[in-house]
Structures are given as structure tokens and as C-alpha cells.
């Protein structure tokens, strides 16, 4: 079993809609959570990172995470088109960061 | 946040030669750096844990004695792809720690191709 898990997609969303990303973990001592975006052939960018249970906003970008049910989300408000790319869901236990495979997204004009 | 600078960007060799690629931390020092490796479409796989002063932890299924790793100072990694085949042919990509020891931020990445 994947320690972090993500549905490869990929997940079509129209511009200016709510893109909804989601990631679910199966080691319960992760302390942390982080989404990283990777456009195609570049390197992962750290977008969040979110250690609490609940909601963490940061301009467009909400990261939820709910440890009862082993769960972390990424929600994109007013999505664009710029914001097409892989996103990638990681954890962090044990000074190890467990990626997930990553969810492609395509915001299309 | 943490300034990670990688080198080459991208390179090409040819079978059977050995290729060097660096690993700077430009913002702080850093006592440990990983080594992933990405092939197309799919997801990163570390391959090792860098640490100055002493050898690397390499993840299963990574020979240690192929992809030889040196973490030489606080700002400095490098990885040696030796004796580089096709199959070696991937994207490279090193990372740090953040100043708080929980966030993780990646170099530009290196394009290897082997011919």
C-alpha cells in the first residue's frame, strides 16, 4: 500500500471554477502535509503546507486536512489556466516526505 | 523559504561515461539534501538521503555503488550517475529541508540523457 495516495485524474475544470484536489494517507503519525505543483518538465513548487486539522487559506489556495479520516485537500478558487499542472500531495513523518503520484488538472478556457 | 540552485540543467552523454550533477543551498546551510529521480509521467522516487560528513542512506533498490553521492560541505551535494546507460535517462531532482526541518523545497532539476 502507497503511503500516499491521489488520483492520477486527469481532473478537468472550466476557468474561473473551484478545482478540487484530494489525497488520502495511511501512516496516522504524519505530522504534516504539503501540495506541491510540477508543470510539465520542471521541478515540484511548494503551493501549502498545513500541520492542523481544519482549513488553511492562502489567497486562491484552501488546504483542508482531517486526520480522523486520514484525508488532506487542495481547493483552487477562480481556477486559470496557468494553474494546469500536476499536483502532488506529500507527507511527512519520521524526517521522511511520502509523495503521492500526483493528480493532473486542466483548467480549460 | 530556502533557495535551492541544481546544475546542469540538462545533459547528454554517452553511454558508459559518468555524469556530475550539483546541488546548492544558496540561503542557508543545510545538513541534508535528498536525491529523487522522476521518470515522464510518473511519480518522484527518492532514491537517497544526503548528509554532510557522512555516507548517504539510499533508498532500496538504488545502487549505492552507481549513483555516488557526496555531501561535501553545508551547501554542497553532488551526484555522480556512473557508468550512465539509456535506461539511466531521467530527471533528476534534488531538495532540502527548510530552516524549520518540516518543509521540503527542490532544486530547478536536471535533465539526464544518455545516448
Known amino acids: 500500500q502507497k503511503e500516499v495516495e491521489q488520483n492520477s485524474g486527469p481532473l478537468s475544470v472550466p476557468e474561473g471554477a473551484i478545482a478540487s484536489l484530494n489525497c488520502t494517507y495511511s501512516?496516522?503519525?504524519?505530522?504534516?502535509f504539503f501540495w506541491y505543483r510540477q508543470y510539465s518538465g520542471k521541478s515540484p513548487e511548494l503551493i501549502m503546507s498545513?500541520?492542523?486539522?481544519g482549513d488553511k487559506e492562502d489567497g486562491r489556495f484552501t488546504a483542508q486536512l482531517n486526520k480522523a479520516s486520514q484525508y488532506v485537500s487542495l481547493l483552487i478558487r477562480d481556477s486559470q489556466p496557468s494553474d494546469s499542472a500536476t499536483y502532488l500531495c506529500?507527507?511527512?513523518?519520521?524526517?521522511?516526505?511520502?509523495f503521492g503520484s500526483g493528480t493532473k488538472l486542466n483548467v480549460k478556457p | 523559504g530556502a533557495v535551492v540552485s541544481q546544475h546542469p540543467s540538462r545533459v547528454i552523454c554517452k553511454s558508459g561515461t559518468s555524469v556530475k550533477i550539483e546541488c546548492r543551498s544558496l540561503?542557508?546551510?543545510?545538513?541534508?539534501m535528498f536525491w529523487y529521480r522522476q521518470f515522464p509521467k510518473q511519480s518522484l522516487m527518492l532514491m537517497a538521503t544526503?548528509?554532510?560528513?557522512?555516507?548517504?542512506?539510499?533508498e532500496q533498490g538504488v545502487e549505492k555503488d552507481k549513483f555516488l553521492i557526496n555531501h561535501a560541505s553545508l551547501t554542497l551535494s553532488t551526484l555522480t550517475v556512473t557508468s550512465a546507460h539509456p535506461e539511466d535517462s531521467s530527471f533528476y531532482i534534488c531538495?532540502?529541508?527548510?530552516?524549520?526541518?518540516?518543509?521540503?523545497?527542490f532544486g530547478e532539476g536536471s535533465w539526464l540523457t544518455v545516448v
Open positions: 506529500a507527507g511527512y513523518n519520521f524526517n521522511k516526505f511520502y
Open positions: 501512516d496516522r503519525g504524519s505530522q504534516s
Open positions: 498545513i500541520y492542523s486539522n
Open positions: 540561503d542557508f546551510q543545510a545538513t541534508t
Open positions: 544526503s548528509n554532510e560528513g557522512s555516507k548517504a542512506t539510499y
Open positions: 531538495s532540502l529541508r527548510g530552516r524549520a526541518g518540516n518543509t521540503i523545497y
